[in-house]
Nanobody, 115 residues
């Protein structure tokens, strides 16, 4: 029902910045929750940040103060601005959205912070 397409991954030096975006296919209703998860090799997928349509946000403690999530509801697009990147931020980042009662995931985009 909803297709997610991520962009913006790549290689960045420690301390640098990177921006991710994810566009959802056109949908007749506002997507309630959009956000980002990540998965590093050998680790579980973990929450990075989410935002509901009304604007409330939820961030992982590890990224608070460094990452900022934003949404454009008219475009069904979610963004992640990542600053002060650390090597431990290296992971595949997955776009996520919830259209109750369904969850949707993007294919992921690799972010590599060189060490």
């Amino acid at each position: 029902q909803v297709q997610l397409v991520e962009s913006g991954g790549g290689l960045v030096q420690p301390g640098g910045s990177l921006s991710l975006s994810c566009a959802a296919s056109k949908y007749r209703f506002i997507i309630e929750t959009m956000g980002w998860y990540r998965q590093a090799p050998g680790k579980q997928r973990e929450l990075v940040a989410t935002m509901i349509s009304g604007g409330s946000t939820n961030y992982a403690d590890s990224v608070k103060g460094r990452f900022t999530i934003s949404r454009d509801n008219a475009k069904n697009t979610v963004y992640l601005q990542m600053n002060s990147l650390k090597p431990e931020d290296t992971a595949v980042y997955y776009c996520y959205c919830r259209v109750v009662p369904m969850d949707y995931w993007g294919k992921g985009t690799l972010v590599t912070v060189s060490s």
